[in-house]
């Protein structure tokens, strides 16, 4: 009579045990959050600070959807540094930066053109728009990049 026997072993993986992801900076994601905040900073900054505006409604516009990009954006950064998204499994997290990003891109890329008309040559309020394109490119770029993680083909689907 012969007795097989099997041993399995588990192993466990901890990266770094830290509660930060830093390595997440140095990615292409994490550098294109890293610019489209600061440069939606910039963005906000400028026109909000600017006293006398030529057209208070097309500045309000841009502040509004500058700031709410802005406050999105860094929260997406922060839930990449602190690895949130594997505590909250039930969201599609891919599929939510896809849509934000598409969204946002579209807006700002609204409100830029809208400061840009309405400038009254105020050179903070150019400045503003000019960095609102630049946020609005960084957010093509992303936008192109993640569709393969959000839209992208399934694993094992049929060719």
């Known amino acids: 009579m012969s007795h ?13 045990g830290s509660i930060l992801n830093t390595g997440y900076l140095g990615t292409i994601p994490g550098m294109l959050k890293i610019g489209q905040t600061l440069s939606l900073l910039i963005a906000f900054l400028c026109v909000y600070c600017v006293n006398g505006w030529p057209n208070w409604h097309a500045s309000c516009f841009f502040v509004v959807v500058a700031l709410w990009f802005l406050l999105a ?3 997406f950064l922060l839930m990449h540094l602190f690895r949130l998204q594997g505590k909250m499994p039930c969201i599609n997290w891919p599929l939510t930066e896809f849509f934000h990003y598409s969204v946002g891109c579209v807006l700002l890329f609204i409100a830029s053109i809208v400061a840009a008309v309405n400038n009254g040559r105020a050179s903070a309020l150019v400045a503003g728009s000019v960095f609102g394109f630049i946020a609005t490119f960084l957010m093509a770029v992303n936008l192109w990049t993640s569709y393969s993680m959000a839209c ?7 060719v």
């Open 152 to 158: 992208g083909r399934q694993a094992g689907a049929s």
């Open 73 to 75: 954006f860094s929260i």
């Open 4 to 16: 097989t026997v099997i041993t399995t072993t588990t192993t466990t993986v901890r990266s770094g």
